[in-house]
């Protein structure tokens, strides 16, 4: 973040490819095409990034650079094999590198302008957010393409006690419960949300201030606030960077991610806003309505 950090600003680097995360700390370039792109619907990646699904371009590593901020990466073991990684300072997803594989995974909403690929498929299908419907005629798997031969591995969705809204971070440590119904849910595509969360929009439920109650794990509760910025800041899980509930003082609110509630809102998605925003690669079929800055 700090301009003694840099070596080169990025405005100089001649990399195709360039992705930071939302705060600026982390950054990096990469110059292959891309050999991979995909949409995943697991719970691990909903909780992660808070979204309704995760978004990821896989390439080579040998011309994967890190730029600036390495020492600012937290990364979480999801499993045995499964790596999640974030910044510690903002909690936007950042890629993670598989040397067995020579493979480097970028969250796709971190990344600039044209990819040069289009997602190609759907991942955990399975374990989708039961209220989404996916409309592209993307290929749709239950877990990964048989022809992988991967092992699916993935956590259950927990169950909330009745007339209880609430959810967790990626690790289950920290949780939350939220009273009331919410009073608006939307997606949003600016490029600080689809830095923050990586993904190719971020799907924010909206409540009451008071209406959210930490009940477990506060203590690893990280929260940023965008310097400059009126409003934007993040709240997350400091061991797993899972996106977690914000309190914004100044909007009177508490901000949700979508992909951290174990239960459904039960609102329907007032507008994708920001969508003059949108990344290049993602295509919006659903029926809600878009608008191409802030929806009111
Ligand atoms: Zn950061
Ligand atoms: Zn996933
Ligand atoms: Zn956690």
């Known amino acids: 973040m700090e301009a003694d950090t840099w070596v080169h600003p990025p405005?100089?680097?001649?990399?195709?490819?360039?992705?930071?995360?939302?705060?600026?700390?982390?950054r990096w370039s990469y110059e292959e095409p891309f050999s991979a792109m995909l949409y995943c619907h697991c719970s691990i990646c909903r909780k992660h990034h808070g979204t309704l699904f995760a978004a990821f371009v896989a390439g080579p590593l040998s011309t994967f650079h890190w730029r600036a901020g390495t020492e600012k990466i937290t990364t979480w073991s999801s499993s045995a094999r499964g790596k999640r990684s974030f910044c510690s300072t903002c909690g936007s997803k950042v890629p993670n590198v598989n040397h067995e594989a020579q493979l480097v995974f970028?969250?796709?909403?971190?990344?600039?302008?044209?990819?040069?690929?289009?997602?190609?498929?759907h991942l955990f299908v399975g374990s989708k957010a039961p209220a989404f419907e996916i409309h592209d005629g993307l290929p749709q798997h239950a877990a990964y393409p048989p022809e992988w031969g991967a092992q699916g591995l993935d956590t259950p969705a927990r169950a909330m006690p009745d007339g209880v809204s609430g959810g967790s971070c990626?690790?289950?440590?920290?949780?939350?419960?939220?009273?009331g119904r919410p009073f608006r849910m939307h997606h949003c595509h600016c490029g600080r949300c689809r830095r923050a969360r990586g993904s190719a929009y971020a799907s924010n439920v909206i409540y009451e201030l008071g209406a959210l109650r930490y009940t477990q794990g506060e203590d690893?509760?990280?929260?940023?606030?965008?310097?400059?910025?009126?409003?934007?800041?993040?709240?997350?899980?400091?061991?797993c960077g899972g996106a977690l509930p914000r309190r914004s003082v100044k909007r009177g609110a508490a901000v949700v991610p979508l992909g951290a509630l174990d239960s459904d809102p039960g609102i329907h998605p007032l507008a994708h806003q920001f969508v003059s925003f949108k990344a290049p690669w993602h295509e919006i079929h659903d029926g809600v309505p878009q608008h191409p800055e802030a929806a009111k």
Request: hydrophobic content about 45%; proline content about 5%; aromatic content about 10%.
């Open 170 to 179: 990626a690790c289950g440590r920290v949780r939350f419960e939220l009273d």
């Open 106 to 121: 970028m969250p796709a909403g971190a990344l600039e302008g044209e990819l040069g690929i289009r997602p190609q498929m």
């Open 11 to 26: 405005e100089l680097w001649t990399a195709r490819i360039k992705g930071s995360c939302v705060c600026g700390a982390v």
């Open 220 to 239: 690893l509760l990280a929260d940023f606030d965008l310097p400059g910025a009126e409003f934007f800041g993040t709240s997350f899980c400091s061991r």
